[in-house]
Nanobody, 120 residues
Framework: QVQLVESGGGLVQAGGSLRLSCVAS????????MAWHRQAPGKQRELVAS???????NYADSVKSRFAISRDNAENTVLLRMDSLRPEDTAVYYC??????????????WGLGTQVTVSS
């Protein structure tokens, strides 16, 4: 079993910055991709940014040039640096990991989410 624990959410004014962190723990063989998704009230969950074990990144158009995703494979951690935050970035942010278990099977895991609120 794998646990993903997020931290770093909070309340910030428009134009401000926040950094989210997610740590994976448990018993597994390796972590393939990690990502951040978000879900605003009344909207579907959407991909914000993803990163492969090799460091290839992908961003939603709405956050390109403002957000940066990174990971530390040795620490099983993924970070999301969010700059120039806008009120429309307000959402619950969820950590995602595609994990290869010791049985070599791939499984998806989600964190419980962390609230990000951007005031205008």
């Amino acid at each position: 079993q794998v646990q993903l624990v997020e931290s770093g959410g909070g309340l910030v004014q428009a134009g401000g910055s926040l950094r989210l962190s997610c740590v994976a723990s448990g018993s597994f063989y390796s972590i393939n991709s990690m990502a951040w998704h978000r879900q605003a009230p009344g909207k579907q969950r959407e991909l914000v940014a993803s990163i492969t074990s090799g460091g290839t990144t992908n961003y939603a158009d709405s956050v390109k040039s403002r957000f940066a995703i990174s990971r530390d494979n040795a620490e099983n951690t993924v970070l999301l640096r969010m700059d120039s935050l806008r009120p429309e970035d307000t959402a619950v942010y969820y950590c995602y990991a595609l994990v290869r278990g010791r049985d070599q099977r791939l499984r998806v895991y989600w964190g419980l989410g962390t609230q990000v609120t951007v005031s205008s």
